[in-house]
């Protein structure tokens, strides 16, 4: 994932990293991160809310991922599926023992399809928001069926920050879940009925990953009361890099 010279800037001060002559081009006007999941979840599988894990990462100095970090991880852990089987494992098991959060959230709108998607939020590496259309899908609607709609593959590629094409995508989300494609589903909540909490109830949401009902979610709706386990990222290693 890239940033800008001053957000690798902001990044080394805060997880106190100091120069080496490896960031010593004042040439370069770009930086690249590279960032390594950990290999387990937080405490010992530990379960909490995306409040209490943003808390949590921010008293250790660390970065709890947002949505577009950790499709980047995904996509490095997925290019080689013997060699990261023993991590691919343990992430399934968080999908399935309860889910795995990150710290992007979506702030919807009561009575229009118009939101909000904040990465990183709560810490000091929040992002601007990005205002869109995102809209409703419920747990029938594939990723496939969302990434046919060109609503729903802006909604998708601005969510994981990526240009990756549609089947690039499905792609990587078969190989991280074990599930096949018409097994993957979207959700984001609705405007009105009595099964899900409305947008108008609770307008800001969490973001997880999980199994349920034989299925692969990606939940855009999750409330803040559910609780999930969490990994951080690590900052293996920092390089500038020449436009």
């Known amino acids: 994932m890239a940033y800008t010279k001053e957000e690798i800037e902001q990044m080394k001060k805060e997880l106190g990293i100091t120069d080496s002559d490896e960031f010593d081009d004042k040439n370069d006007n770009k930086s690249r991160t590279i960032l390594t999941l950990d290999d387990v979840a937080a405490e010992s599988n530990a379960i909490k809310t995306q409040d209490k894990w943003i808390e949590y990462w921010n008293n250790t100095n660390r970065i709890f991922p947002s949505?577009?970090?950790?499709?980047?991880?995904?996509?490095?852990?997925?290019?080689?599926?013997?060699?990261?089987?023993?991590?691919?494992?343990?992430?399934?098991?968080?999908f399935k023992a309860r889910c795995l959060s990150c710290s992007t959230r979506i702030n919807y709108n009561a009575n229009a399809k118009y939101a909000k998607i904040i990465h990183n939020f709560g810490s000091r590496l929040e992002k601007e928001p990005i205002g869109l259309e995102i809209p409703v899908y419920l747990k029938n609607n594939t990723i496939e069926e969302v990434l046919r709609q060109e609503k729903g593959l802006n909604f998708l590629k601005k969510f994981l920050q990526t240009e990756d094409s549609e089947?690039?995508?499905?792609?990587?989300?078969?190989?991280?879940?074990?599930?096949?494609?018409?097994?993957?589903?979207?959700?984001?909540?609705?405007f009105n009925?009595?099964?899900?909490?409305?947008?108008?109830?609770?307008?800001?949401?969490a973001v997880s990953l999980l199994y349920g009902f034989g299925n692969f979610h990606i939940d855009c709706g999750s409330l803040n009361g559910d609780f999930g386990r969490s990994r951080s990222v690590a900052v293996s290693a920092l390089k500038y890099f020449k436009s």
């Open 67 to 94: 949505m577009p970090q950790l499709y980047q991880q995904f996509k490095l852990i997925t290019e080689d599926l013997d060699a990261n089987k023993q991590l691919l494992d343990s992430l399934r098991n968080d």
């Open 193 to 205: 009925g009595y099964i899900y909490t409305t947008r108008s109830k609770k307008l800001e949401r």
């Open 167 to 190: 089947e690039e995508i499905i792609q990587v989300f078969e190989k991280l879940s074990n599930k096949t494609r018409n097994k993957m589903r979207i959700w984001t909540p609705p």
